[in-house]
């Protein structure tokens, strides 16, 4: 169960430690229902963390993200660790950093929270509406524990839990340099309804489905700043020469967008979910990132973010993958 | 589909095997639709994934990737990669809701002048009944 | 001219009326709402909240033609001007945001695109009654009922809705309505300030803006602009939604021959925007990219067009996804300054 | 890359091949009113003199720095091209072809829809062309020496041959003697000659060889660098014995504490040895090594009250303080010869190797016939008191080949040769023994094998065509369980001896090497060669070859044969003494890198290595390409997700305009 | 719409001389155009200091200083470096091409009011692009104009852009020029180090004199500090900012320093109206 106070303390001596820049965590958000990630430099701060249910970030996605200045000559760079909270989900993100070498094994501490499923942020607005002050939110059996400004309610665990986490099989932290207390038992079965239900549509269904909701993205790229895996200094995909994409908003360069972002996820996606819950357009993009995600492991048996020795598996191929379809 | 659509096709065609194949075809003489259009790489495993859709968006109405039999690579491994991005890419365009028709890959060895024809005629009919692809097609309509 | 009233049974011909130019309402594209052409009048609705999108993308769109030509070519083909449209059930925010950006936009230099569309185009307002949880319109300027940049604004009031035209333009639209609309009774009116005001009773969150231009002057070296951008994605969602947000890349593009030069929406959020091709940056880290954001709404704008560059829609604060909160930050503002 | 692209297209008629169905009139046209096309022309041959000399003429008058020729097949053509263009002092990769023959004139037939698509491919290649870089070839110089890492016949051929070239050899072999398997050998088929005979004289000739440096005992620990540069580290291990002081007599060996008490690998564990040792009469250095693993000063500090080793060497040559050795050289070239293991007869536990004492193997054996063996060539079995001699032999062929239960799919190609040899032999010993060779099928492909087979077959030797399903002990007999198929009869066949003609498998520690040069395995886990046909003797790696059984089970004579192949291809580099290395090989930007390594994983010839370099104060890993070892596949490129890795003349940037013509750009 | 006001719309020019400044990967390339429609030819002005967005149809547009004085002729010269994709298009540009122009743009150095002044340029690499025309502007009006002195500096003598030019210039009396390179070459008969410390070597006495800066941002910082040690007042020193532009002409956004833009209140800028934007020295 969630212990506040270990996680207090491990935080307060996390940062103590010199060789520590900061540990990354969450805290309450402004209001409501949300949360922002907190970076923590003083013990002091240790009390506005929390972990609960409104803990969805993955905030892996900062290990990639800090911009390296350059720096002054005669300076040495900074390469204290960087401590982060993680859960089972956004361990898979660091174990695929690392794999990757998008990061270095020395330069993280990584906080292991076993989560037992986290809100959807949607969902627990659309049914507690219009509520200002911030919300705690606490884990019951297999209930959410909503204390809202009138009272506490309590609403079954299913109904309000994240798509991402309806199926996960991976709640315990993958990778860990502290695991903060006991882990949960899986409870996913890697099935994945909505890919299903959309496989089962004919082609011509499919497009219109796509269509619709590729036309509506703004191409603000929020989805792929905010995945942990798409961290390149420079992206293909805003890169001028060779120009692969267009910046013009319409349903041709909207299309390519998304399927080379996919397509550069493949065997890299750790169905954390970011990238869907920051789409301000609501793209179920995780129903496309899925779709890859359930070929590779069912059709090549491999699953990202797991084992930090791996093989990356886009530069990794067997002798006997699969080649029904070669002419 | 009117009986007038002929399909554009762009064929990435390996240096050792499969362009080799395509020129052996030549040399007997086989004919073959002229539908395909050849861009000659040293090795399949050199065909960018995104290659394929950049063809869909730049108008092509099918995509022929072609290499040498598993084994055979002029480069060992080339062709493994190959397999393993494309059989993928294929997953992906499929489930997006384009024509599987669209995306072929075939090992042609150096040696298989007529089996490059069988293809060539084997994706030409396939786009054919796919017809013009219009999808994400980068044109005007969309400006 | 005096208040109309448009009784709900005649509202389809009203609608009927304004499909005579191109009618846009805002409508569900995908999984969010944005303004769109009517295809069928029947889809007219406009009890939805307010767009996801805001009605800029209709006057500076996303994407925009500024001329096409040919490749090695000296041509250059300007599209052709743009068509009458009308905009129904903007939010009074969001027109206020028009206001805005037009200024901008007649800038010593008038951008003939922006500004043409802004002159075809007749805009019709909703009054709102539900504020979101995030609207502090009232902080800076505005209300559930401001008219700011308004052709006509419409109030719900139950069986009908009261028309108040503001401009030429609304003014002419109720002339064209005739028998549609019938004069507002004093009690419409009454019924519509009661609304108004009670509508704007139920915003909560705001913020005192006295001093706040000097204010983030002083603090431009200040931690703070570190502590709040720490978290930022810089993914740019907070700018591409904000109704005031107007900043632009020009790129060309090419089909085969033709080409065209075309403007599409940029984010100050985004790296690459100041980013030299030297490799130097002048804005280097979300820090200095936060703080430019927030200055440019609550002090640049300010000394250059003497107004806030911020309507309180609360639509940053809404879409960021990791809570960075624009009411935050300024009463950060606020209390770091004294 | 400052000057305007000033494109000439030259469109060949190829007599009527291509003109009878494509228009070139109508092509050449078309092509001269392309974007940056300066002059368009059409000739009947352009790869006539005339011809170049057409296109080297519009280089020097129109100022052309690119040319498009649109012709046959660049497979055909590219080079003569290319050098028309070096005439001129332009880059000759500032060429692109367009195959208007073998993938248009020839291939259709209706003449506008060929012209149609001659445009298309012609537009395609100026597309491309405007954007073409200037490549350079580059030479490295190689270093004349070659390393040979096994000392068994194939490395000892090799080696020989290299040196006899006037060419350093350093000679590496693991063992305390070169000399490998056929050393063990007694006989060899089908000659039956003698294998030391043959084989000593050899041995001798590489230890004493002016040009060949022979590092026994020895094994390579690093390998840096590219054909006809690598750095190689070889580790010499310590024998305690100091080779220069030690005349090779022997009394150490008689001396020692552990004599006689420690199985002797060459004998197969026939025979057994001292802790300090000549692996065999004939060994070559014949030099003593203390083996670390048993000595009892090595292993525990104390011998009794000393190494009596020690006190009887008259020449003071034992050193128990001795240190392993680094060996620094560098050479141009790589032979792998390291050879096999037999299979391990115990994984065929139905044949009771490990529970019987009579069940042996046919290296075992080899050992037993031998007149340097354990019993002076007699055929013994047991000993003191058990000692017995067999009368019923049994051979039981294909252990641990063809067989997918045992993962090996393979024939390993002597074994049935090797058996009727034996089996001849145990015949020559042991007249009135009765031999029976339990087999599969018999392969006797080589020259004079039938011969053999035919003539064991007449002295007696009875084939019985079944694979043996169990073997077990009843009273002093083993017996067979089989079944003739032939015949299909079961059998319950009584023996005293049982030979197992045990397969050739990849020696167990082959990822060693495998490691060190980045060489690959084929699907029977031994050394893949470059081509299974065209290059048979050479590996993925450039400058790395194969001898012997490292590469797949073979006999002596091929294995020889092979060793000559493989000094052959190490001497054209030596001998030439610079190697070209390609222009169209792969870079990376190192700007956008992000040193995923997922290049240097996908490259199949190890070409790419991560560095470190300095980003402005930072220090960031990248990619980075040794353009001797890139062999230009591009595979790298495909797989790099930020597109940092291009490949020369065919970059992303050279390639998507290609696609836009293709696709449809009217 | 008419497209004569609509501020998008470039011009079509001819280019009717190149030759390259430096070569090399950053090359440097000197276009001289002329506008196609004659009434424009004749109704362009501009002043030095300003520049135009000049482009390639189909790659896009960059924006570049104007390199020569009005007073040259009916002509514009641009000095571009080549840096991405419009510049690598601009630099494959040969006679007879046609490309775009729009513009001018920004504000201008305040020539007219520095009459009867001396005038010292501190320039380094391609920053000498916008100062060029200020000293042939004041050599074309060179009575109204005290010492003209030119303080120009590159890492090495092939990046020295207009180096002809200079030759030509040590021919005349009337300028002083002060040439420098970072790194010790063989033969290099004039200064070795950089910008900054040829300025204390010069030591320019601030008397009635404007000093003018353009360069590399490090170099234009120590060039500041080096003159305010040399008791230059804030009016006294100009310089030219650059920033990430597109429109040109304030609503693209991007080169804003505070609420300055670029395009507009600069690129020309007296120390003293940047001291006050803390953003200026970020
Ligand atoms: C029982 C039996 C009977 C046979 N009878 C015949 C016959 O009658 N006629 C015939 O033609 N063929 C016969 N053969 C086949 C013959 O033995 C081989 O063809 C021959 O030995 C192959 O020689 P090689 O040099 O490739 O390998 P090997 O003889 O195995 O030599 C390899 C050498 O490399 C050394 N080595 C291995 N790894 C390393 C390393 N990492 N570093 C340094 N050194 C290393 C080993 O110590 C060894 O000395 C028989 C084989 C067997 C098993
Ligand atoms: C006021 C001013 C005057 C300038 N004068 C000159 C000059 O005389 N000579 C010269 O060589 N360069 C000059 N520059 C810099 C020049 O504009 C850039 O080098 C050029 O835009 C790079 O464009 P690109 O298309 O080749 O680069 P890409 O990386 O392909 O394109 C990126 C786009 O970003 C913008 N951009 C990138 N870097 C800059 C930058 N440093 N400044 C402005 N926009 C940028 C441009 O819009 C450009 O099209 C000047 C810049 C400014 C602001
Ligand atoms: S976050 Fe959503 S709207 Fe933005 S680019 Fe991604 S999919 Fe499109
Ligand atoms: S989309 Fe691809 S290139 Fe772009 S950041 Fe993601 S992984 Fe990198
Ligand atoms: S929406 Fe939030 S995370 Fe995204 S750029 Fe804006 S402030 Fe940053
Ligand atoms: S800054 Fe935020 S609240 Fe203000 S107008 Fe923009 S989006 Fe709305
Ligand atoms: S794959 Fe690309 S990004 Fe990764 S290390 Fe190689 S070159 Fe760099
Ligand atoms: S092109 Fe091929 S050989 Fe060269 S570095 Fe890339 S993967 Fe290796």
Request: proline share 5%; charged share 25%.
């Amino acid at each position: 169960m969630v212990d506040l106070e270990k996680l207090k303390n491990v935080a307060k001596d996390t940062v103590s430690r010199e060789d520590v820049k900061y540990l990354i965590g969450w805290r309450q958000g402004t209001y409501g229902f949300r949360v922002s990630p907190l970076f923590m430099t003083e013990p002091e701060d240790a009390d506005k963390l929390i972990f609960s249910p409104l803990c969805v970030n993955n905030l892996a996605t900062y290990l990639t993200l800090a911009e390296k200045l350059p720096v002054p000559r005669g300076a040495e760079p900074d390469t204290r660790k960087v401590a982060l909270m993680v859960k089972g989900c956004d361990s898979r993100a660091v174990v695929q950093q690392l794999i990757e070498k998008g990061i270095e094994r020395e330069s993280v501490l990584v906080i292991g929270c076993p989560c037992q499923g986290v809100l959807d942020l949607e969902k627990v607005e659309e049914k507690f509406p219009g509520i200002h002050s911030p919300v705690d939110v606490q884990w019951g059996d297999d209930k959410f524990i909503i204390n809202l400004p009138d009272g506490p309610q309590e609403v079954p665990r299913e109904e309000l839990l994240a798509k991402k986490c309806l199926n996960c099989r991976y709640p315990n932290p993958v990778m860990s340099d502290v695991m903060l207390w006991e882990e949960v038992e899986a409870w996913g079965n890697g099935e994945y309804a909505d890919v299903k239900e959309l496989e089962e549509k004919d082609s011509q269904a499919r497009w219109s489905f796509w269509q619709d909701k590729f036309e509506s993205c703004i191409r603000c790229y929020a989805c792929r700043n905010a995945c942990p895996m798409c961290y390149c200094e420079d992206c293909v995909l805003d890169r001028l020469n060779p120009q692969w994409i267009y910046r013009s908003n319409n349903i041709s360069e909207n299309t390519v967008f998304h399927l080379a972002r996919a397509f550069h996820l493949v065997g890299r996606c750790i169905e954390c979910g970011e990238c869907e819950r920051v789409c301000p357009m609501g793209l179920p993009l995780m129903t496309l990132n899925r779709k890859l995600v359930k070929e590779v492991r069912d059709k090549y048996d491999f699953e990202p973010g797991l084992d930090p020795e791996s093989k990356p598996f886009q530069s990794s191929y067997r002798p006997d993958d699969q080649e029904d379809f070669i002419l | 589909m009117s009986e007038q659509y002929d399909p554009n096709i762009v064929a990435f065609l390996c240096n050792w095997c499969s362009y080799a194949g395509a020129d052996l075809a030549g040399t007997s003489r086989t004919h073959y639709p002229a539908n395909i259009n050849i861009i000659r790489v040293m090795c399949s495993g050199r065909v960018n994934p995104l290659f394929i859709i950049n063809a869909l968006q730049q108008g092509a109405d099918g995509v022929l990737v072609s290499g040498c039999h598993p084994g055979d690579c002029h480069y060992m491994e080339g062709n493994f990669y190959a397999r393993r991005r494309f059989g993928l890419m294929k997953e992906l365009l499929e489930y997006v809701g384009v024509d599987p028709k669209r995306f072929n890959m075939s090992w042609v060895s150096a040696s298989e002048g007529s089996k490059w024809k069988d293809v060539v005629e084997d994706v030409v009919e396939k786009a054919k009944e796919a017809g013009p692809f219009e999808q994400f097609r980068r044109n005007k309509i969309n400006w | 001219m005096d208040s109309k009233k448009l009784t709900k049974d005649k509202f389809g011909g009203f609608i009927d009326l304004l499909s005579k130019q191109k009618l846009y309402v805002p409508q569900m594209a995908g999984e969010t709402l944005r303004f769109a052409p009517v295809d069928s009048k029947d889809e007219v609705n406009l009890v939805f909240s307010n767009t996801a999108v805001p009605p800029k993308s209709v006057l500076f769109p996303q994407t925009e033609t500024l001329y096409e030509y040919e490749a090695g070519g000296t041509e250059m083909i300007i599209p052709e001007g743009p068509e009458e449209k009308v905009l129904l059930g903007v939010r009074p925010c969001d027109a206020r945001a028009l206001t805005i950006v037009d200024k901008l936009f007649s800038w010593d230099i008038d951008d003939p695109y922006y500004l043409k569309k802004r002159e075809a185009t007749t805009i019709i307002g909703l009054a709102c009654q539900e504020p979101g949880i995030n609207c502090f319109c009232t902080s800076v300027g505005g209300g559930p009922a401001s008219t700011e940049g308004l052709d006509l604004l419409l109030t719900d009031l139950g069986e009908g809705y009261l028309l108040q035209p503001l401009t030429e333009k609304g003014e002419k639209l109720c002339q064209d309505a005739g028998e549609l609309l019938v004069d507002a009774a004093g009690e419409d009116n009454q019924a519509a300030d009661k609304v108004h005001q009670e509508a704007a009773e139920k915003i909560v969150r705001n913020i005192n803006v006295d001093g706040i231009p000097q204010k983030l002057e002083d603090l431009w070296e200040s931690p703070l602009w570190k502590k709040v951008s720490d978290a930022c994605l810089g993914c740019g969602a907070c700018t591409f939604l904000c109704p005031t947000c107007h900043c632009f890349d020009i790129q060309d593009e090419m089909e085969g021959f033709e080409g065209r030069r075309c403007r599409v929406w940029d984010s100050c959020m985004f790296k690459e925007y100041t980013l030299h091709t030297s490799g130097h940056n002048p804005r280097p880290t979300r820090r200095e990219r936060t703080r430019n954001r927030v200055n440019h709404k609550y002090s640049y704008f300010v000394k250059n067009f003497g107004t806030i560059a911020c309507v309180g829609c609360g639509r940053c604060i809404n879409n960021c996804p990791v809570n960075i909160d624009i009411l935050d930050i300024l009463s950060q503002v606020v209390k770091e300054a004294l | 890359m400052n000057n305007k692209p000033k494109i000439g297209v030259y469109v060949c008629h190829c007599g009527i091949n291509i003109a009878k169905t494509v228009d070139v009139e109508a092509v050449s046209e078309f092509a001269s009113r392309l974007p940056n096309v300066k002059v368009a022309r059409n000739y009947s041959y352009m790869c006539s003199d005339p011809g170049q000399l057409l296109i080297r003429e519009d280089i020097k008058n129109e100022g052309l720095n690119r040319v498009v020729v649109a012709s046959c097949s660049p497979r055909m053509h590219e080079m003569t091209f290319r050098k028309t263009l070096a005439e001129t002092g332009l880059n000759p990769y500032y060429l692109e072809m367009a195959n208007i023959r073998e993938h248009c004139s020839w291939v259709h037939e209706d003449r506008e829809e060929a012209t149609e698509k001659a445009k298309k491919l012609v537009f395609s290649a100026v597309a491309k062309a405007r954007l073409l870089e200037p490549l350079y070839e580059n030479e490295v110089e190689v270093e004349p020496a070659t390393l040979v890492i096994g000392g068994g016949i194939a490395g000892i051929q090799a080696a020989l041959d290299i040196a006899d070239a006037g060419f350093k050899v350093y000679l590496v072999e693991k063992t305390p003697s070169v000399g490998g398997r056929m050393s063990q050998l007694d006989k060899t088929f089908p000659t039956l000659d003698c294998s030391a005979c043959i084989l000593t004289p050899k041995m001798v000739d590489v230890a004493s060889h002016p040009n060949i440096e022979l590092l026994a005992y020895s094994e390579v620990e690093e390998i840096s660098g590219y054909v006809g540069n690598f750095e190689v580290k070889v580790r010499k291990k310590a024998r305690y014995v100091d080779v220069n002081k030690c005349t090779g007599c022997g009394v150490c060996s008689e001396e020692c504490r552990l004599a006689g008490r420690i199985p002797s690998e060459f004998n197969a564990g026939m025979g057994n040895r001292a802790a300090i040792y000549l692996p065999f009469p004939q060994a070559v250095p014949a030099k003593y090594t203390i083996d670390p693993e048993r000595c009892l000063m090595l292993t525990r500090g104390k011998c009794g009250k000393g190494p009596k080793c020690e006190a009887a060497c008259a020449a003071g040559a034992i050193d128990f303080n001795q240190k392993d050795e680094i060996v620094e050289c560098k050479v141009g070239a790589i032979i792998v010869a390291t050879g096999f293991d037999v299979f391990d007869a115990a994984k065929k536990p139905e044949y009771g190797y490990n529970d019987y004492d009579n069940v042996i193997t046919a290296l075992e054996l080899e050992r037993l016939v031998s007149a340097s063996g354990p019993t002076g060539g007699n055929i013994v079995l047991g000993k003191g008191e058990d000692a017995f001699v067999p009368q019923e032999v049994a051979f039981i062929s294909c252990v641990g080949s063809r067989d997918k239960s045992v993962g090996n799919e393979y024939c390993s190609r002597v074994c049935c040769m090797y058996t009727a040899k034996l089996a001849h032999l145990v015949k020559e010993k042991l007249p009135e023994a009765n031999v029976r060779v339990y087999y599969m099928d018999v392969r006797a492909f080589g020259k004079g094998f039938e011969e053999f087979y035919d003539r064991v077959r007449r002295e007696g030797v009875r084939y019985i065509r079944g694979n043996p399903s169990e073997i077990f002990k009843r009273g002093d007999k083993l017996v067979i369980k089989a079944e003739d198929t032939l015949r299909s009869t079961p059998i319950e066949d009584e023996v005293d001896l049982v030979v197992l003609a045990v397969g050739l498998e990849p020696r167990r520690d082959a990822r060693q090497i495998i490691d060190l040069l980045r060489l690959s395995q084929s699907a029977d886990r031994f050394y893949l060669e470059a081509h299974p046909k065209l290059a048979p003797v050479n590996t993925a790696t450039d400058g790395v070859f194969l001898a012997g059984c490292s590469q797949g089970p073979k006999d002596i004579p091929d294995t020889v044969a092979q060793a000559k192949g493989a000094a052959s291809s190490a001497l054209v580099l030596l001998s030439s003494g610079k190697v070209k290395i390609g222009a169209q090989i792969s870079f990376v930007n190192e700007a956008t890198c992000r040193g995923c390594g997922y290049c240097v994983e996908i490259c199949p010839y190890g070409a790419i290595e991560l560095v470190t370099v300095n980003r402005m104060g930072n220090m960031v890993q990248v990619a980075r390409v040794n353009e001797a070892l890139c062999k230009g596949c591009g595979a790298c490129s495909a797989g790099c997700l930020s597109g940092s890795i291009q490949q020369k003349s065919f970059m992303d940037r050279q390639i998507l305009p290609q696609i836009a013509v293709l696709g449809g750009v009217k | 719409m008419n497209d004569n006001l609509n501020p998008y719309k470039p011009e079509i020019v001819t280019v009717e001389d190149t030759w390259f400044e430096t070569q090399g990967d950053r090359a440097i390339k000197t276009l001289k155009v002329v506008f196609d429609d004659e009434e424009k030819r004749e109704s362009w002005e501009h002043r030095p200091g300003q520049c135009a967005m000049i482009g390639v149809l189909g790659v896009g547009e960059s924006m570049i200083s104007i390199s020569c004085s009005p007073t040259e002729g009916k002509f514009l010269r641009f000095s571009v470096m080549r840096a991405g994709k419009v510049t690598q298009a601009l630099h494959e540009l040969e006679p007879g091409d046609k490309m775009t122009v729009r513009g001018p743009y920004g504000n201008s150095f305040p020539v007219d009011d520095w009459k009867g002044k001396k005038i010292l340029t501190i320039g380094g690499g391609i920053g000498q692009a916008p100062l060029r025309p200020i000293i042939e502007y004041v050599k074309a009006n060179r009575g109204d104009y005290e010492d003209l002195t030119m303080i120009y500096g590159s890492r090495t003598s092939a990046d020295l852009c207009f180096k002809k030019e200079f030759e030509a210039m040590r021919e005349r009396d009337d300028v002083n020029i002060h040439l420098s390179i970072d790194i010790e070459e063989e033969g290099w008969p004039h200064y070795v180090g950089f910008v900054p410390s040829l300025l204390m070597e010069v030591n320019p006495s601030p008397e009635n004199t404007i000093a003018v800066t353009c360069g590399p941002p490090v170099m234009i910082n120590f060039v500041l500090q080096n003159l305010k040690k040399l008791n230059f007042a804030d009016e006294q020193i100009y310089t030219t900012l650059e920033n990430r532009m597109k429109c040109g002409f304030g609503k693209c956004g991007r080169c804003n320093v505070g609420n300055l833009y670029v395009c507009k209140d600069g690129p020309v800028f007296s120390y003293a109206t940047l001291k006050a934007v803390p953003e200026a020295f970020a």
